[in-house]
């Protein structure tokens, strides 16, 4: 078996396309390096400036504890000096591995009291360039590795038929089980030294051009990325041998195998976007907006037909009525915003119940299943933007309560919360306001999330190998007539 | 005489290799597998390409109506903000291109000058992890992996049958044969093109989305564009088979030429202009705003304060809704918020100016940063079919760009006839009250606001006095007269120029098709066919 495998490994060196699968994925590797190591340190100098700039914001303007909970005018119109932060995550340190969704990689909010979040257009790329995918290890490996096993692998069986040396080669005393798997470690252990390869040139380009450094457990998510990796283009090779053992030429099973490759790399994760597109509906932009804009509308009408008068400057005045109509205005102004969560969160649900349909089409195909595990391992993609908006929402919890709580404490604060002069003028402890931060996915949860896809990965490499064992062992030895 | 038999027994010659070929590629497996799955995918295609066009639609409308409802609405000049909106194109639906990349509406006022469209782009997020797979996408990825698996073993796959060497006993020529071949590749490749062209058409029509004369046209030179680039495919596929002398050895070379031109290139180039042409920091730019717009409020602070003390308004204090207060000032308040307006009017032009050169230095980094990645890939026909695909097609980028164009322009427009008028110096740039009328209230009723009586009274007769100037504007009583407001002016890049816009891009397809062929043919002279 030992030699049989040796011989492989040892042709392929020697063929041109093995030249070829070097001439592609290298230098592809190396670009991506090069461009991760710098897209790396231009996001990380836009996540410190803008958190320099929420620091600065909060020294400058927190003079008193009102100043923390806003004026209202953001929200009906712009008021010049908002009390908007803008929340940013740090780059994704697996930034070379895999962007996600994000074009540029880079996940921002702006943030106003109380937790009234808006996307902030920052980092989201060049839009007078076409849109194409980044050009990371996920997509070296989904679309260039897999394309490379096959090339490496198509004529490996029909190959030797052809030039007649089969026969030859189950002449050697071992079963035609392990004939086959021999071929098949042979190129699957030449790709993983192609990988390992083009990772370790990526890295030393990336870390150079000053990409963020990697630590033990950032090493480890490398590793479990590699062997899924492995895993995925295993399935490639097992297809091809299992053609390879049927087809009656190479140049049949080439074209076979290019387009089972085309199917399950572009066709079905493409093609399931655009029937996912046109049939499953969301709630657009549109439909919000014109929404948010009757609901707004109406409570206004509402509100106003309460109120006798409007909110008065006088804060001695207001005492006297006991705040019955700022209460009511801030309760008013309470139910707004949650109208419009509400609203906005339906959005948001139409389009999670759209992306859960697209992820269950992309796992009809293997590389959907390889592009979903690895985001999920490296904790980046969709279930990164999640539990970025999980950290907001905590975090904003905890700034409102600590608004409350320090306002609970000043005996001559109205307590009307978030309405102007109708809060303690306190001056607060600016090292005691609860400031934002945000932790990457723990890999356990990571792994749990992946599960799943891997598993399914797994199954479908097994199935794939035993075809191609079953194949093998009835498969012709010379070319019929 | 002789010589025009001779033509036309070359020509039948010809015209039988063609049909032979033709009828060969027909039966094989691997066209019919590409086609069927061609097929199934641009119907899918159209599908989301209609279901987009549609959402684009809506905000159009959207945008419009909010463009009329405004400029009946705006009662004052310095309200007055005209909208102006995108056109879509049902083209889109073949060609998704930049059309839906970018938002609809801009907004032409004192302050801005339009560079970037006011509203984002609508879409589902969780797709925008694909680039649009639109029917153009479809044709170029599986026609063009089709264009090369009819051709890559024209010659080569005849040599190793045996078949080629007798071609050759019946005083055949041998650029007869190659051409022959061509022609009817290429046959085969129209016929499925057309056939992808009228599936998407049926679902398209199907759906109800009508198409215009001028669109037939620019789907009529898409079609052809597509064949030239089709043809290019056929021409590398052919070339490659000349060169190699094993069908094994030329399909191979053919799939990694094909995976290296249709996807390896265009991703790498864009990817690696994204560092070699870096863009400033959008957050730096961001912040850059917000300091010029600061500023604005500062200088417009300082006019206040160099105007001296504000008069005493009459009226000013009943506030009936949030943010609307009555107008009715006394005749040297009106007067003095007339100075201070105007004076911000000014200071607004020249925020709007530095605002726009920022954006502009930004935006043409942006530009360059395209056109490196578009050099960087124009070894690929892709780069350059994709770049004619949505010039003809209305969804480029550039049209984009000529849209805002336009807005400026009309926002120019717009200033110049504010200042032809003397709008900012009239008091209707401030008030929709009509010239000379005296506030109800009584003076000095500010003093009063701490009487409940007096404060209950006041409010009654703003509240009567809203209403009515509610009803009065209502009614259109109080309309500006915006008879002669410039209109704005934007119409489609006509064919012809965007035919002349890529001109470059379809001479490079031609001469990829050309150099590819004369090559082949050179080659094929020497070609050993034995």
């Not at chain 1, 595990?373 to 950290?391: D, I, N, W, Y």
Request: proline share 4%; charged share 20%.
């Amino acid at each position: 078996m030992l030699a049989i495998y040796w011989r492989e490994v040892r042709d392929i060196v020697k063929s041109l396309r093995f030249l070829i699968a070097l001439a592609l994925f290298l230098p592809g590797m190396c670009v991506n390096g090069f461009v991760m190591g710098g897209a790396y340190q231009d996001l990380w100098r836009m996540h410190v400036d803008a958190e320099s700039q929420n620091e600065g914001r909060i020294r400058q303007e927190a003079t008193h504890l009102e100043q923390l909970a806003i004026d209202f005018n953001e929200i009906f119109g712009p008021s010049g000096r908002g009390h908007v932060l803008i929340l940013s995550a740090p780059p994704p340190r697996m930034l070379p591995l895999t962007t996600g969704t994000e074009p540029g990689g880079f996940l921002a909010v702006q943030w106003n009291f109380p937790n009234l979040v808006e996307p902030a257009d920052l980092g989201t790329g060049n839009l007078e360039l076409p849109a194409r995918p980044a050009l990371d290890w996920e997509f070296m490996v989904r679309i260039l590795l897999s394309f490379i096993a096959i090339i490496l692998s198509y004529d490996l069986i029909v190959g030797e038929r052809e030039r007649g040396t089969l026969a030859l080669t189950l002449a050697y005393p071992i079963s035609r089980r392990r004939v086959l798997l021999a071929k098949f470690l042979a190129v699957l252990t030449l790709l993983s030294w192609l990988l390992v390869a083009g990772e370790l040139l990526s890295t030393l380009i990336y870390l150079a051009r000053g990409g963020g450094s990697f630590g033990a457990m950032d090493y480890a998510r490398m590793g479990l990325f590699s062997v899924g990796a492995i895993l995925y283009v295993a399935i490639f090779v097992a297809v091809s041998l299992l053609v390879s053992s049927r087809a009656r030429s190479s140049v049949s099973s080439l074209t076979v195998l290019l387009i089972f490759w085309m199917m399950a790399t572009v066709v079905i994760p493409q093609g399931g976007t655009a029937a996912v597109e046109g049939s499953v509906r969301t709630i657009s932009d549109v439909q919000v907006e014109q929404r948010l804009m009757h609901q707004i509308e109406d409570q206004i009408d509402e509100m106003v037909g309460e109120m006798d008068s409007f909110v008065r400057a006088d804060r001695e005045e207001a005492r006297k009525d006991a705040f019955a109509s700022e209460q009511k205005y801030a309760q008013r102004i309470n139910q707004m915003i949650a109208t419009a969560k509400a609203t906005i969160d339906e959005q948001e649900v139409s389009h999670r119940r759209q992306a859960r349909v697209l992820q269950n089409v992309m796992r009809l195909a293997p590389s959907g299943l390889f592009q979903l595990g690895t985001e999920r391992l490296l904790g980046v993609g969709e279930a990164r933007e999640q539990h970025f908006s999980q950290t907001i929402e905590r975090w904003s919890d905890a700034y409102a309560s600590f608004v409350k709580e320090q306002d609970i404490r000043d005996p001559d604060s109205p307590h009307v919360f978030y309405v102007q002069n109708y809060m303690s003028q306190k001056p607060v402890d600016l090292n005691a306001i609860p400031r934002f931060n945000f932790d990457e996915l723990s890999l356990t949860e990571s792994l749990k999330n992946a599960a799943l896809d891997w598993l399914l990965l797994m199954v479908e490499l097994v199935v794939a190998l035993v075809l191609s064992l079953a194949a093998f062992a009835r498969a012709p030895v010379s070319e019929t007539v | 005489m002789k010589s025009k038999t001779q033509a036309r027994l070359t020509t039948s010659v010809v015209r039988a290799i063609a049909g032979r070929e033709l009828r060969e590629h027909l039966r094989s497996a691997r066209f019919v597998m590409i086609l069927a799955t061609t097929l199934v995918l641009v119907v899918l295609s159209t599908l989301s390409g209609v279901f987009n066009y549609r959402v684009q639609v809506e905000q159009y409308q959207i945008g419009v109506a909010r463009g009329e409802q405004k400029l009946k609405e705006a009662t004052t000049w310095s309200e007055l903000q005209p909208i102006v909106v995108r056109p879509t194109t049902p083209l889109m639906i073949l060609n998704a291109g930049f059309e839906a990349r970018e938002g609809r509406i801009a907004i032409a006022s004192n302050s801005q000058i339009p560079t970037t469209t006011h509203d984002s782009p609508v879409g589902t997020p969780y797709l925008a992890r694909f680039s649009a797979f639109d029917v153009t996408t479809v044709i170029v990825y599986l026609l063009g992996l089709l264009a090369i698996l009819l051709s890559f073993d024209a010659v080569s796959g005849e040599k190793e049958k045996g078949t080629l060497a007798l071609s050759f006993s019946n005083a055949l020529a041998r650029w007869q044969l190659l051409l022959g071949k061509y022609l009817g590749g290429m046959l085969a490749l129209t016929l499925t093109l057309l056939m992808s062209l009228a599936a998407a058409l049926i679902v398209w029509l199907v759906s109800g989305v009508g198409i215009t004369g001028v669109a037939w046209t620019r789907i009529g030179l898409w079609f052809v564009s597509i064949l030239i680039y089709l043809s290019a495919m056929f021409s590398i596929g052919l070339l490659i088979s000349v060169l190699t002398h094993r069908p094994a050895v030329s399909l191979l070379i053919g799939m990694v030429t094909w995976f290296v031109l249709v996807i390896f290139i265009p991703v790498i180039a864009s990817f690696a202009a994204s560092q070699l042409s870096r863009l400033p920091s959008s957050y730096a730019l961001e912040q850059e705003m917000q300091r010029l717009s600061e500023e604005l409020e500062r200088k417009s602070d300082e006019v206040k304060k160099s105007l001296g003390t504000q008069p005493e308004s009459d009226g000013v204090s009943i506030a009936i809704e949030q943010g609307i207060s009555l107008n009715l000032y006394s005749p040297e308040a009106y007067q003095w918020w007339l100075k201070y307006y105007s004076e911000r009017a000014r200071l607004e032009r020249d925020y709007a100016v530095e605002v726009y050169e920022k954006s502009k230095v930004y935006l043409d980094q942006n530009q360059a940063q395209a056109a490196l990645a578009f050099k960087l890939s124009s070894l690929s026909p892709v780069a350059h079919l994709e770049r004619v695909a949505n010039e003809l097609t209305g969804t480029s980028r550039d049209d984009i760009n000529r849209f805002m164009q336009a807005a400026e322009r009309y926002r120019q427009n717009l200033i110049d006839y504010t200042d032809a008028n003397h709008l900012t110096t009239s008091l209707r740039w401030i008030t929709d009250d009509p010239p000379g009328a005296e506030s109800p209230f009584p003076k000095g009723m500010a003093d009063k606001a701490s009487d409940p009586e007096e404060m209950k009274k006041m409010t009654e007769l703003g509240k009567t006095l809203y209403a009515q100037i509610l009803a009065e504007r209502e009614s259109g009583k109080r309309a500006l007269p915006i008879g002669d407001l410039p209109q704005f002016d934007y119409r489609p890049q006509p064919v012809k120029q965007a035919l002349s816009r890529v001109s470059a891009s379809i001479i490079a397809l031609a001469v990829i098709n050309l150099l590819c062929l004369v090559l082949a043919f050179l080659k094929f002279r020497r070609y050993d066919v034995r």
